[in-house]
């Protein structure tokens, strides 16, 4: 009996010191945020996150290792600010979101790092009153045009400005959301609005008219939003951030391949967008279906990071300067790529033709 409690209290430390040690190599939980709405007394989100959501390998994987999988729902109407708060005071490890707020989160001295790049990007479009005589962002020096500041579509409106030899002080903006700026635009109480893919049913509507848009221009025009992490969470858990990765990999593969086309872009009309507005988005004369969800991190990639710090800190979004190249974190992309078998499927070339600024004048 005495050999039994000798060997039971030295069984008991080290039954508690495997616990300890589990607990200090795995996260209790994979927080990831995400832009959500409420579908149907539901929470309902699109796109690669969605497909990453019912991702069974990654549910396994996460489960093996005791790790739960939580998505953390962000409003489309605030999801820069809401985010990057998030990423302040860690209450998320990941989140699904653009580029520009991206740098102003880095510059305001958290880190964060983009380990898992979108697709090409998202048009952006510059709409009018369908009465409206402006032809061009010309037209519009002087008036009032609606646009949120410090969202991604920024970046582009400040370089469609300075390709026509405009800047800021020659218009005035209005900072409003999407929606408070499409109701605006409605009223007649702004111009002109610069926006996403809302455009286009603002325009079968009636209510405005589609001027310019970044649609059959150079990738490095469009908007991103990407799988950027905390920086303290990558370095300390590398293992739940590489299946974080894979299932993002995953789902870009099967977004990529044209029979799972028409299934995808039907999916994306849960946010109540109809499914014309979304296939008219996704037309790119440039590049193939496949090629546009490339996760690789090329050098268009990279200069469009530096385009966009450039611009916030030009643009007086940031005090401080980034580094661009300090926000990339490319390792994870080629281990998914080789545990998946796709070393091959995508290239490196810029799917959506080179830049051209000539193109950019409306």
């Known amino acids: 009996m005495r050999f039994f409690k000798t060997v039971l209290t030295l069984v008991l430390p080290v039954t508690l010191l495997i616990q300890q040690t589990h607990a200090e190599t795995e996260p209790q939980a994979l927080r990831i945020a995400v832009v959500a709405n409420a579908v149907s007394g539901k929470v309902s989100f699109v796109g690669s996150p969605q497909i990453v959501a019912n991702d069974e390998i990654l549910k396994s994987e996460l489960a093996k290792r005791h790790v739960a999988l939580q998505w953390v729902p962000i409003t489309p109407t605030s999801v820069a600010t809401l985010v990057n708060e998030a990423f302040t005071n860690k209450q998320i490890d990941f989140a699904f979101y653009g580029d520009l707020p991206s740098v102003i989160l880095n510059s305001s001295g958290t880190s964060t790092r983009l380990i898992a790049p979108g697709s090409v990007g998202n048009n952006v479009y510059l709409v009018v009153p369908p009465n409206s005589n402006v032809r061009s962002i010309t037209d519009l020096k002087g008036k009032r045009i609606a646009l949120h500041r410090g969202r991604p579509w920024e970046v ?43 455009a286009y049913t603002l325009a079968d509507k009636g209510v405005g008219k589609i001027i310019w848009s970044s649609q059959n221009l150079s990738d490095d025009w469009k908007m991103r939003a990407e799988l950027w992490g905390a920086t303290d969470f990558i370095q300390k858990y590398p293992e739940i951030t590489q299946l974080l990765v894979d299932a993002n990999v995953r789902a870009a593969y099967w977004i990529s391949q044209d029979k799972n086309k028409d299934t995808f872009i039907r999916e ?44 916030a800190l030009s643009a007086k979004l940031i005090r401080k300067p980034v580094d661009s190249n300090q926000l990339l974190e490319p390792k994870f992309i080629p281990v998914a790529l080789k545990n998946l078998k796709l070393d091959k499927y995508w290239t490196t070339g810029n799917g959506a033709g080179s830049s051209s600024t000539a193109r950019a004048k409306p």
């Open 268 to 311: 994306q009309t849960k946010f109540g967008q109809p499914e014309s507005v979304i296939q008219r988005e996704y037309q790119n004369k440039y590049g193939s279906w496949q090629q546009n969800w490339s996760p690789l991190f090329t050098p268009t990639l990279t200069q469009h990071y530096q385009q966009v710090a450039s611009y």
């Open 156 to 198: 582009s409106f400040g370089k469609l400005l300075a390709t026509n030899n405009l800047t800021f002080n020659d218009i005035k903006v209005i900072n409003l959301n999407p929606q408070a700026g499409a109701a605006a635009l409605a009223a007649g109480s702004v111009d002109a609005f610069f926006t996403m893919s809302d």
